[in-house]
């Protein structure tokens, strides 16, 4: 079963977009916004903590300061 990973687009816009086209690029997973912007990523073959942990260091890596634009939920 793959490692869940929630997060939410708090602000709309190009950069979210951009953050996670990132995600998807570097992880291989999908990573669209559902309802009320709810973004639930699957990632194979990852622990859950495993799988967050590879989530924020693309996030981190990208040179915004993501946390204006999604929020990694527990």
Do not use: N
Request: no cysteine; hydrophobic share 45%; proline share 9%.
């Amino acid at each position: 079963m793959p490692a869940m990973v929630m997060l939410r687009v708090k602000t709309p816009g190009p950069e979210a977009l951009d953050l996670l086209a990132r995600i998807e690029t570097e992880l291989h997973v999908g990573a669209q916004p559902q309802t009320a912007g709810f973004v639930p990523i699957a990632v194979d073959a990852m622990e859950p903590a495993k799988a967050r942990e590879a989530v924020t260091e693309v996030l981190d890596s990208s040179g915004l300061d993501w946390r204006k634009h999604l929020e990694l939920r527990p």
